[in-house]
C-alpha cells in the first residue's frame, strides 16, 4: 500500500476511494525501504484467484485484504483466509491500521450463513473471524459475532473457531456475548504498550483490552486465549516485557508478535524495522515467561498460520512443546 487510495493488489473491481478520509489533515511521514527480511510472495496463482472469486461471490470482506496483509499471497494461494465480519468500514481511526474508517452500514443478517457456507467451500479446519470496530451498535456487534459461530459451528461442526474481537470498550454484557458462544480461541490485540496508545490507539485503553482478556480467562479457564503486538513503533524492550508479564497475569495463553509495516504516509511512521535475531530473542522471553505458544518474526500476523499455531497449541497444553520462532 502506497497511498491512502484503494487500489487492491488482488485485482478488485470495486472503486478507488479515499480510506482515511480523518488522516487528511496529518503531516506526511515518508516511508522507508523495507530491510531484505521482509519479503512476500506474489499474489497469483489459481487457487489465490479461486479464495479471491469465491470472497467477491458471496459478499463477504476479509482482513487479508481491508488490512493490507502482506501475507495475502501466500494464506489465499493455500485457500487459506481471514473473515473480516460487519462490513469494512471501521468506527475507530487507529494510526496503524489500513481498514477504512467512517459510517458503517447496517449489519447484513445474512451474513453468518454466507461465512459458514465459504467455511465449507474452502473446506477449513479452523477459521479466524474478525471484525471492525463498531462502537455504533449496541453490543458492539457481540451478537453477530455468535451469530457467526454458531453458524459455523452449525454447518462445520469439525471446524474450529477462533475469533479476534474489538474491545467492546462501554459495551456492557457484550464480552459475555461472546464467551457463552464458546469460540475455541479467544483473540484481541494489545497491539503496542500503554505509553504509546494515545498516539497509536487513541480509541482504546490498554487496560480495558487487558481486562477482556482476563474475563475471557476468568469465565472459561479451558478456553484458550491470545493476544498480538506490533514492534518498531517506538516501544523499548522493557515495555514489551512488561506487557508479557501483563498477559502472563490474565493468564493469556498464547502471543505473536510481528513488525509494524506503515500502510501509506498518513499512517504512524515506522521507527525502525526489528531484525530476526530480536524476534528470535523476543521468542525466548516469551517463552520464559510461560505462554504456551509463540509467534514472532517480522511477517507474524494473528492469523497468520493460525490453524497450524492452534494444532500446536493444543500440543503445549498437553505438555508438548510449541513452536516458538517463525520465519
Not at 271 to 285: G, I, K, N, Q
Request: with cysteine; net charge positive.
Amino acid at each position: 500500500m502506497r497511498s491512502i487510495i484503494d487500489h487492491r493488489a488482488s485485482g478488485s473491481s470495486r472503486s478507488e476511494k479515499i480510506r482515511h478520509p480523518e488522516k487528511q489533515h496529518r503531516v506526511d511521514n515518508p516511508m522507508q525501504r523495507k530491510p531484505p527480511w521482509i519479503r512476500v510472495k506474489a499474489a497469483s496463482g489459481p487457487a489465490f484467484a479461486e479464495t479471491r472469486d469465491l470472497m467477491r461471490d458471496e459478499k463477504l470482506t476479509t482482513v487479508c485484504e481491508e488490512a493490507s496483509c502482506p501475507n495475502i499471497g501466500e494464506c489465499w494461494s493455500q485457500r487459506h483466509a481471514t473473515m473480516m465480519i460487519m462490513g469494512e468500514i471501521c468506527t475507530r481511526a487507529c494510526a496503524f491500521c489500513n481498514v477504512s474508517t467512517g459510517q458503517p452500514k447496517e449489519l447484513d443478517s445474512g451474513e453468518p450463513a454466507r461465512v459458514a457456507q465459504v467455511v465449507g467451500r474452502l473446506g477449513l479446519k479452523h477459521v479466524v473471524v474478525t471484525s471492525v470496530d463498531r462502537d455504533d451498535l449496541v453490543d458492539g456487534g457481540a451478537g453477530h459475532f455468535a451469530a457467526v459461530i454458531h453458524a459455523i459451528r452449525q454447518s462445520s461442526p469439525s471446524t474450529t473457531i477462533e475469533v479476534l474481537t474489538p474491545d467492546f470498550l462501554r459495551k456492557p454484557g457484550a464480552i459475555e456475548t461472546v464467551i457463552a458462544a464458546r469460540p475455541d480461541v479467544f483473540n484481541h490485540n494489545l497491539e503496542t504498550v500503554p505509553r504509546l496508545y494515545p498516539a497509536i490507539r487513541p480509541g482504546a485503553r490498554y487496560f480495558q483490552s487487558l481486562r477482556l482478556l482476563d474475563q475471557v480467562k476468568r469465565s472459561d479457564p479451558q478456553a484458550f486465549t491470545k493476544s498480538g503486538l506490533m514492534v518498531g513503533l517506538g516501544e523499548s524492550r522493557a515495555e514489551i516485557a512488561q506487557v508479557m508479564d501483563d498477559l502472563r497475569i490474565a493468564d493469556v495463553d498464547f502471543i505473536t508478535i510481528g513488525q509494524y509495516l506503515q500502510p501509506s504516509v498518513k499512517h504512524a511512521a515506522v521507527d525502525r524495522f526489528v531484525t530476526p535475531d530480536e524476534f528470535r530473542e523476543l521468542a525466548a522471553m516469551a517463552r520464559a515467561k510461560g505462554f504456551l505458544m509463540v509467534s514472532a518474526s517480522p511477517l507474524t500476523r494473528s492469523s497468520y498460520h493460525a490453524d497450524a499455531d492452534f494444532a500446536a497449541l493444543r500440543t503445549a497444553r498437553g505438555g508438548g512443546r510449541a513452536e516458538t520462532f517463525r520465519t
